[in-house]
């Protein structure tokens, strides 16, 4: 089999990024995602992708302690280790499992893998056996996407976790924690035999963030004052009229925006009959171009689905990294939001939800939108 740790290095260079610079006229909507089938894996497949990644520093567990220290090498593939590689994703697709790509203009860029047996009893793992992205597009959020493939394609399957045997580099790891990875609970002993410094790690599929009553846990220990109405699920302001609430005119309507680096996300909350464009909330808020974020993004971030994007979901940001501007309309008013489920609506007045976001430590303010 081919070598765990040069097999298993995801986006690992994404800090050294070239992407945009190497790649001149880079478009997003160039970048076509798609699983691979066994019959197109091959050498050629790979004619265009750069494995090539400098690496200075690595985490290592010393005496029970993860530290980093000095490890300079530079990992590359050769014409074996292609070979390898195209008898690998091959057997994994033969047996089941999952291989996925990103293509560049038809090129391969990126791709990762999945094994199809589950192991480790109760755990129920699937293996994330390889991710990698090509160092001249490194720093384009190929790797988060690959990623998210891969979880959403271990959840159909019935896992609970992805298990990673993990390049030790630091910018390899920094990655696996934005993405939510841990050290894994139970060790593949025959990753750990075949790449003794490699880090291993796991991915639950299906986490878990602050739900419904988290909310009202958290208001009641906040001491906020609130009124709670429970509902039939509302995906739209339509739905919430519908079930004639007091001070209708309080209610909020959510849009979860990403900027075009992918990375910087944004919640607005607009008072509900308002109509307005993303390019006018780019403009005051002085982003960069917006776009709506996809599902993944809001599953990952704030843990939540299509139709109940609240505040309250920013409490599951567990990087901080949202933030979140609010209507003026509601500087010294109340407010009605989801409790992150969209059966039910909590009443309270915004500079207390301002607050409890404020304490997360998410940045927010006001918008006159």
């Known amino acids: 089999m081919f070598s765990e740790g040069r097999r298993r290095t995801n986006k690992n260079a994404e800090l050294k990024t070239t992407g945009r610079e190497d790649m001149p006229g880079f478009e997003d909507g160039r970048i076509e995602y798609r699983q691979i089938r066994g019959d197109e894996i091959c050498r050629e497949l790979f004619s265009t992708f750069i494995r090539h990644q400098v690496v200075t520093k690595c985490w290592r567990k010393e005496n029970g302690k993860w530290l ?25 697709v033969d047996s089941g499992g ?23 009893g109760e755990h129920r793992y699937l293996d994330l056996s390889s991710i990698h992205v090509s160092e001249d597009m490194r720093g384009n959020g190929i790797g988060k996407e690959l990623f998210l493939a891969a979880v959403k394609w271990a959840k159909s399957k019935g896992a609970a976790k992805l298990y990673i045997s993990s390049h030790s580099a630091v910018e ?18 025959k990753h750990v035999e075949a790449e003794p410094f490699d880090c291993q790690l796991e991915f639950a599929v299906e986490q878990r963030g602050m739900d419904k009553q ?3 846990e958290h208001l009641k220990k906040h001491n906020v004052p609130h009124t709670i109405v429970e509902h039939l699920p509302a995906f739209t302001v339509e739905d919430i009229h519908s079930f004639h609430l007091p001070n209708r005119e309080n209610g909020a309507k959510n849009l979860f925006l990403r900027d075009d680096k992918k990375n910087n996300f944004y919640l607005f909350t607009i008072q509900c009959d308002k109509t307005v464009s993303i390019k006018s909330l780019q403009q005051k808020a002085l982003t960069r171009r917006l776009s709506f974020a996809s599902e993944d993004d809001l599953y990952r971030v704030l843990k939540l689905r299509k139709g109940e994007v609240t505040p309250f979901g920013v409490l599951n940001d567990t990087e901080r990294i949202v933030k979140v501007y609010f ?41 006159d939108i």
């Not at 391969?108 to 094994?115: D, P």
């Not at 010294?332 to 489920?341: A, E, G, Y």
């Not at 301002?354 to 303010?365: A, F, K, S, T, Y």
């Open 68 to 92: 980093v220290r000095d490890a300079p090498f530079i990992d590359d593939w050769s014409e074996k280790d292609y070979e390898t590689l195209t008898v690998c994703l091959k057997h994994t």
């Open 98 to 120: 999952f291989v996925y790509g990103a293509f560049y203009d038809g090129r391969l860029k990126g791709f990762v893998s999945v094994e199809s047996g589950l192991f480790g």
């Open 172 to 189: 390899s790891q920094a990655f696996y924690k934005t993405m939510g990875c841990v050290e894994a609970q139970m060790y593949h002993q």
């Open 214 to 216: 988290g909310v009202y």
């Open 327 to 367: 209507d003026n309309y509601f500087q010294d008013r109340d407010i009605w939001v989801h409790p992150n489920d969209n059966t039910a609506s909590v009443y309270l007045k915004c500079r207390e939800l301002i607050r409890i976001i404020r304490d997360h430590g998410n940045e927010v303010g006001f918008l």
